[in-house]
C-alpha cells in the first residue's frame, strides 16, 4: 500500500481552511454555473488542483465538495460546476457577497507538459475545467499541443470565451453534432502517434483513453472524479484500485498515469 | 495549572479534545493544515497486525446530518506504521494513541506487544467496535464473554494504558462497561459509528458496496450523550469516560463533558471543518472564562448534580 509520505513537506504548512467571499455566481450552460471566489493572499496552485468547497454552514449537506480549480487571476479563483445533487443546487442559489468555507490546494497537481513530444488535452463535460489551468501552462511555456473538447450537445458546450480570451484553439465534438465534429471526443486519438495524454472527464471516457494508451503505447494522464469526504487524504472514503492496493483519489492522485489506476 | 490540562491513566494531556480514529489518519495530513501539536491527543487510524486492503468502493454515503463509511479499517500494517509513518510524526508535540484492531486475540496481542517499545504511543483504544469487518471486531464488541477474555489477556502483560471504544449497537452499554472496569480496563471510549443503511433510489440498490456502514456526524450527537451519561451515572467513579460521537463544536463537547466525559474525540467534524478541533478547544477555554470556572474538570458529569437517587 503506498502512503506516500514526504518528510519533507511535513513541517511545511500549506493546506488552508479559507473562508472566501462569492464575487460572482451566474449561469453559463445548460446545467452549469460560474463561481468566482476572491482570494485574498497568494496560494501556490498548480494544474491538476483542487479545491473543497462547503456549499452552506448547516450539516446538510455534511461533507465539503470536490471542484477543480479551473483559473486563477489575481485575486480571483474560478470554479465551474454542474447542478448534479443538493450541494451543487445550494451553491448555485448563492449570491455576490456571500461566504463559503473552502481548503486548498488540494491533490498532486501532476499534469507534467511534455517538452518534446504532443501533448493531447482532451476533455469531456465539466472536464474541461479540470484540464484549463493546464492549456494555460502548456501555452505560457509555449509547447507543442493539442485540445479537445467533448459535449452531449451545443447548450452544454462552456467555457469557449475562456479559450477565446488566452487564444488557445480548441476543437470541439458533441453526441448529436448540433456544434463541432459529431463524435466522441476520445475519436481525436485515432491517427494520433507518439503523444502524451491528458484527460478529465467521466469515468467511460477515462476507460477509453486507458484502452487506447494501452494499445497505442501513449503516456497518459487521468484525472479521477471519484466522490470525496474530507479530500485531504484522512478518511479513506475516495480510493482507487492500483497495483499497489487501494490508493486515495485526494492525495495520491487525482492525476495519475493512465497504467497505474484501475477503473 | 492550565484550565484544560487533565492527568488521565497516570498521562498528561494538554488538553480534553483528541481527534478520533479513521478521522484523522496518522496525523502527517492535519499537520499541513495546521499545528496539530495544539491537541491534547491524536488517536491513529486503526491499525493491525497485517496490511489491509478494506472494502469495494464505494465506502461512503451522505445521510442527513451525517455519514455512513465502511473503509473496513483499510491500514498499512503495524509494521509499515512504525517503519514508514512513525517517523515523521514522532517529533510532534503531543500523544498518540492507538486504535488497535485484531481478528483474533492473538492478533490483538501481537500488535499491542509491538507497539510497545513506541515511545511516542502512550495509550491503546481497543477498537472492538468496528461495524464494518466480518469477522472479529463486531464479535468482540457485542459479545460480553469474548469482550473480557480479550482485555484481561492484554492488561496481564501491557505497559501502557488500555481504553476500550465500545459498540453502541448493543441493548445496554453498560453492560460492557462493567466488562471493561471489571477486567481492569484504564478508560472507556464511547461511542463508535451506529450501523446504518442508504438506498440509491435510482439504481434500486444498496449505495454502499458493503450494504451497511456506520454512521457518524452530528447525527449521533445525542445517542453519544445519553450513553455517556448512563455509564457515567452508574460508574462514573470507578472509570474514565472518553466521550466521542457528534462533536464538531465547543458546545456539543461540552454536552458530551456534563454528561461525563473525562475528554472527547472530534471525528467526522475533522473533514467539513477542519479547523473544529482548535475552535472546541478555544470554545471550552472561553465557557470557562464566561462562568468563571477555574478548571474544566469541574464540568465532567456535573449535569448528574441534581439527579436525586
Ligand atoms: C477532484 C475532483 C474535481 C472535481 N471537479 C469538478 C468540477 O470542476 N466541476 C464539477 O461540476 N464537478 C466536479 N467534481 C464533481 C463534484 O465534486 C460533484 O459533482 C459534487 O460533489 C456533487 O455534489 P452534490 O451535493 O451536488 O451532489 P450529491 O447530492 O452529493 O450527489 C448527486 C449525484 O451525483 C453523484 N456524485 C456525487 N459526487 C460525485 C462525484 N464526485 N463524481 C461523480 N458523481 C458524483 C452522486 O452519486 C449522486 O448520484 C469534481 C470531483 C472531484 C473528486
Ligand atoms: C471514515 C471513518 C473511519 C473510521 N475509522 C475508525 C477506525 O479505524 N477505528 C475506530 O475505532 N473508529 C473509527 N471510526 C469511528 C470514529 O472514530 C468515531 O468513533 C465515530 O465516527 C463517531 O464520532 P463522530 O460522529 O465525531 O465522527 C471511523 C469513522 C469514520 C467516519
Ligand atoms: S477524500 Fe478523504 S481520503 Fe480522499
Redesign the pocket.
Known amino acids: 500500500m503506498n502512503f506516500s509520505l514526504n518528510v519533507f513537506n511535513y513541517y511545511n504548512i500549506f493546506m488552508k481552511d479559507l473562508r472566501l467571499k462569492v464575487l460572482r455566481n451566474e449561469r453559463v450552460g445548460k446545467h452549469?454555473y460560474l463561481m468566482i471566489l476572491e482570494l485574498k493572499e497568494h496560494i501556490d496552485i498548480k494544474p491538476g488542483h483542487?479545491v473543497m468547497i462547503k456549499?452552506n454552514d448547516t450539516f446538510d449537506?455534511l461533507n465539503r465538495?470536490?471542484?477543480?480549480i479551473?483559473d486563477v487571476e489575481y485575486d480571483s479563483l474560478y470554479?465551474?460546476?454542474?447542478?448534479?445533487?443538493?450541494?451543487?443546487?445550494i451553491m448555485s442559489s448563492l449570491k455576490e457577497g456571500d461566504s463559503v468555507d473552502t481548503l486548498m490546494p488540494l491533490?498532486n497537481g501532476l499534469f507534467e507538459p511534455s517538452v518534446d513530444k504532443l501533448n493531447i488535452v482532451l476533455a469531456g463535460g465539466?472536464g474541461i475545467?479540470?484540464v484549463s489551468l493546464f492549456c494555460k501552462l502548456l501555452k505560457a511555456k509555449n509547447l507543442n499541443f493539442k485540445v479537445y473538447y467533448g459535449a452531449r450537445s451545443k447548450e452544454h458546450i462552456v467555457m469557449l470565451d475562456w479559450f477565446e480570451k488566452y487564444g488557445i484553439p480548441i476543437e470541439i465534438y458533441t453526441d448529436d453534432g448540433s456544434f463541432g465534429k459529431k463524435g466522441f471526443v476520445t475519436d481525436a486519438l485515432e491517427n494520433l502517434e507518439n503523444a502524451n495524454i491528458y484527460a478529465c472527464g467521466p469515468t467511460p471516457m477515462l476507460k477509453s483513453v486507458q484502452a487506447i494508451s494501452k494499445q497505442k503505447g501513449f503516456d497518459s494522464y487521468i484525472?479521477?472524479?471519484?466522490?470525496?469526504a474530507c479530500g485531504y487524504g484522512v478518511c479513506l472514503g475516495?480510493v482507487v484500485k492500483s497495483k499497489n492496493g487501494y490508493i486515495r483519489?485526494?492525495v495520491e492522485g487525482?492525476v495519475f498515469k493512465s497504467d497505474e489506476v484501475m477503473l | 495549572m492550565d484550565k484544560l490540562e487533565i492527568e488521565l491513566f497516570g498521562i498528561k494531556f494538554k488538553n480534553p479534545v483528541w481527534v478520533a480514529s479513521g478521522t484523522f489518519g496518522y496525523g502527517v495530513e492535519g499537520a499541513k493544515i495546521y499545528d496539530i501539536s495544539k491537541l491534547g491527543a491524536v488517536v491513529t487510524k486503526g491499525l493491525s497486525l497485517r496490511p489491509r486492503e478494506g472494502n469495494p468502493m464505494p465506502r461512503i454515503a451522505?445521510t442527513p446530518c451525517g455519514m455512513l463509511n465502511s473503509i473496513g479499517l483499510q491500514n498499512p500494517g503495524v509494521e509499515a506504521f512504525i517503519k514508514k509513518i512513525y517517523p515523521i510524526i514522532k517529533d510532534i508535540d503531543t500523544h498518540f494513541i492507538a486504535n488497535v484492531f485484531g481478528e483474533t486475540e492473538e492478533e490483538y496481542m501481537e500488535v499491542i506487544r509491538i507497539l510497545e517499545d513506541v515511545p511516542k504511543i502512550v495509550a491503546y483504544e481497543l477498537n472492538v467496535s468496528c461495524p464494518n469487518v466480518k469477522k472479529g471486531g463486531v464479535v468482540f464488541g457485542q459479545d460480553p464473554v469474548v469482550l473480557r477474555s480479550l482485555i484481561e489477556k492484554i492488561k496481564a502483560f501491557a505497559k501502557k494504558p488500555l481504553l476500550v471504544k465500545l459498540s453502541p449497537n448493543v441493548t445496554d452499554i453498560t453492560e460492557f462497561a462493567k466488562i471493561c472496569i471489571e477486567a481492569k480496563a484504564d478508560g472507556i471510549v464511547l461511542i463508535n459509528t451506529l450501523v446504518g443503511m442508504k438506498i440509491d433510489i435510482?439504481n434500486e440498490r444498496p449505495f454502499l458496496a458493503t450494504k451497511t456502514g456506520g454512521l457518524s456526524g452530528p447525527a449521533i450527537l445525542p445517542i453519544a450523550v445519553r450513553m455517556i451519561w448512563q455509564t457515567y451515572e452508574k460508574y462514573g467513579k470507578a472509570i474514565p469516560i472518553i466521550g466521542v460521537g457528534g462533536i464538531t463544536t465547543h458546545i456539543d463537547a461540552l454536552e458530551h463533558i456534563l454528561a461525563g466525559a473525562s475528554a472527547v474525540q472530534v471525528g467526522t467534524a475533522n473533514f467539513y471543518k477542519p479547523l473544529s478541533p482548535l475552535d472546541v478547544i478555544e470554545g471550552i477555554k472561553n465557557h470557562l472564562d464566561t462562568k468563571n470556572l477555574k478548571h474544566f474538570k469541574e464540568l465532567i458529569g456535573r449535569a448528574h448534580r441534581l439527579d436525586i437517587k
Request: charge should be negative.
Open positions: 452549469t483542487f456549499p449537506p465538495r470536490a471542484f477543480a479551473a470554479i465551474y460546476y454542474d447542478i448534479v445533487g443538493k450541494g451543487t443546487s491533490g465539466i475545467s479540470g484525472s479521477l472524479e471519484n466522490p470525496m475516495c483519489t485526494c487525482p | 451522505e435510482y
